[in-house]
């Protein structure tokens, strides 16, 4: 960028800075009753690859029509598939509306991966969201340099929902990908074949 | 911003905002704490913005010293702030460790959450009044302006408590104001007594 006046140069390209701001938008991904939602690298304007160190997704309002848990994967080759592996902990914190038939934090077996496949990021530990009009799901997930061939790749989830309880339930969710293979995309599904709503926006976090 | 050249104005305040890229964070607002009884961000009053315009919006508290040994809590209003007194169901549990090496651990905590209360949510119990004491943390808000969902929140806080042997506590508490109104203020206070000092910084995550 430059600044010129009246044929004077206040600041030249690349010594005039602003302060823009570390968190960058890159994609809007809203779904509606569809089977998939997914952020690959290179398609539909989604950038994620070593552009940033740090990515970050927040789901807002995520929903399947059943009611039933979201779950998501990644992929290692390129978007072919999204099946890589995964090594997982989970746990929740949860509190039913009555107050009293559930109120605890639990690990949540059966929700972990140990080397295999999706991982559920909301609802854990319960059957599924609640299948009512105003139930849904919002959070965040930080995935850390996925396009590392040195080391595996990390991420760290957090959602609160609306579960079945009905109540209110604190996902939490940390792993990674087994694989010194570039992550390069990821893929969210409701499971059971359910179909998913909401929208998935995802960050980049510059490096400087 | 404004950039004047030999007493021309290049550039004038916020003009030239919409033609670069910002970054995604946006600070709203903030608000400092001088022996407050409440801390409100109220949606059109003192250039606070929480509406529609951001799917999610951020308070970093930071250094919240009472006035007293208290809690520090929250609600949300539907009414511009005429009443903070959003039915909510949470979950909160906790690890702390004390400066004595004594009980560390981790928990649930029952009297810390809410079922379909219209209480204030805790944020940090028994929040140290000593001079050195004080309690940092964020709260995540998600599209408070949607009428047809609940209002998801999640946070944390890390705080010096003084009850018994003094230490660090960390809570994590999350759950859903049980509206489909649209929410437009929040609200911070301590369970009895005076914000002594401290800062809380309300941003918004720009969705495109």
């Known amino acids: 960028m430059a600044i010129i006046s009246n044929a004077v140069t206040i600041a030249d390209a690349g010594s005039f800075s602003l302060p823009l701001g570390a968190l960058t938008f890159i994609k809007s991904l809203t779904v509606s009753g569809a089977s998939t939602g997914t952020l690959q690298h290179g398609s539909s304007s989604v950038v994620f690859d070593s552009t940033y160190p740090v990515y970050l997704i927040k789901y807002i309002n995520v929903f399947s ?144 | 911003m404004g950039l004047i050249s030999n007493g021309t104005t290049l550039l004038d305040a916020g003009a030239i905002d919409s033609g670069v890229a910002t970054g995604s964070l946006i600070h709203i ?11 409100s961000f109220v949606h059109g009053s003192a250039n606070v913005v929480l509406d529609g315009t951001y799917k999610e919006y951020i308070f970093k508290y930071i250094n919240i010293h009472p006035a007293s040994v208290a809690q520090l809590t929250f609600n949300l209003s539907i009414d511009s702030g005429s009443n903070y007194n959003i039915t909510k ?3 909160a549990h906790n690890s702390y460790m004390n400066e004595n090496g004594s009980s560390p651990g ?70 859903y104001g049980n509206t489909t109104s649209a929410v437009n203020a929040v609200q911070f206070k301590m369970s009895s007594g005076n914000i002594d000092s401290g800062l809380i910084k309300l941003y918004g995550v720009k969705p495109s």
């Open chain 1, 65 to 208: 029509n059943a009611g039933q848990n979201i779950a998501m994967n990644f992929t290692i080759d390129g978007g072919s598939n999204y099946n890589a592996a995964i090594v997982s902990s989970t746990w929740v914190a949860e509190h039913a509306e009555d107050d009293t038939s559930v109120n605890r934090t639990s690990y949540s077996t059966g929700y972990d991966n140990h080397n295999s496949g999706d991982q559920v990021v909301f609802n854990i530990n319960k059957g599924g969201l609640l299948n009512a009009g105003d139930a849904s799901a919002s959070g965040e997930m930080y995935i850390f340099n996925p396009s590392s061939t040195t080391f595996t790749t990390h991420f760290m989830s957090r959602a609160n929902s609306m579960s079945e309880y009905p109540g209110s339930t604190d996902n939490f969710v940390a792993g990674y990908v087994n694989s010194t293979n570039a992550v390069t995309g990821i893929r969210f599904h409701a499971v059971s074949g359910n179909t998913l709503s909401g929208t998935f926006l995802l960050y980049g976090l510059k490096d400087g």
């Open chain 2, 29 to 39: 607002k903030t608000l400092t704490a001088s022996s407050s009884g409440t801390l």
């Open chain 2, 89 to 91: 169901t949470t979950t």
């Open chain 2, 106 to 175: 981790m928990v649930y905590r029952t009297a810390w959450d809410l079922a379909q209360s219209t209480n204030f949510q805790i944020m940090a119990q028994e929040l140290g009044n000593g001079a050195d004491e004080s309690g940092c943390g964020y709260l995540h808000l998600y599209d408070p302006a949607n009428t047809s969902k609940v209002k998801q929140f999640m946070g944390t806080t890390t705080y010096h408590q003084t009850f018994g042997a003094n230490g660090s506590f960390q809570v994590y508490y999350g759950g």
